[in-house]
């Protein structure tokens, strides 16, 4: 249960209902509650909709439009929600990167906060750009030079972005104490 109540689609003005229909479009996530709310930080958007509207247009174009696939984006946003230990972030984008190709293996441990056994040094490397951004707020030399390598300048400011929204987003899940759905089992506040 989220310290927001939840609203619903009669309760919504013109500015809000905008953002409600462009959010029910994705009911393949589960982005409804079981009394028809909106699930996951979509029920803030609707309270704050001039804020709520360009956070669900960056979500979506940093997860659709850019040149960083979308395989290496969701190891990076699984990263940053199991930093921010943000249930229900975990629970859509695990997933989520295991649908895109992520190794369960990966993603276990990242979840325990161990250290991922990757295969593939590209993966390493922009894990890293992650992890280290969500712990320091920085990314050393040899990191930046090395995911430059893989993804160029357009692809580090795509990347970079996607961790700071996601960090925002976690905020947001954290701040307003969305839980997982019912059913579904919390990762760390269990």
């Known amino acids: 249960m989220s310290r927001l109540p939840s609203l619903h689609k009669d309760d919504l003005h013109d500015d809000a209902l905008s953002i409600w229909e462009r959010i029910a479009r994705m009911q393949s996530l589960g982005v409804f509650t079981e009394d028809g709310g909106l699930a996951g930080p979509f029920n803030a958007f609707l309270y704050a909709p001039e804020i709520g509207s360009r956070l669900a247009e960056l979500g979506t174009a940093l997860l659709t439009k850019t040149s960083v696939p979308r395989r290496t984006m969701e190891l990076m946003v699984i990263t940053v929600g199991a930093h921010w230990k943000a249930e229900f972030e975990w629970y859509a984008h695990a997933r989520m990167a295991r649908d895109n190709g992520v190794d369960d ?12 056994p990757f295969d593939n040094d590209d993966d390493r ?46 905020f947001v899940l954290n701040g307003f104490d969305v839980s997982v759905p019912p059913g579904e089992a919390p990762v760390w506040s269990g």
């Open 105 to 116: 293996r990966i993603i276990s441990a990242i979840e325990r906060g161990g250290d991922p």
């Open 125 to 170: 490397v922009m894990y890293t750009l992650a992890r280290q951004l969500v712990a320091r707020g920085r990314v050393d030399d040899e990191t930046y030079q090395a995911a430059e390598r893989i993804v160029g300048h357009r692809g580090l400011v795509e990347a970079i972005s996607l961790c700071g929204f996601y960090t925002l987003i976690s």
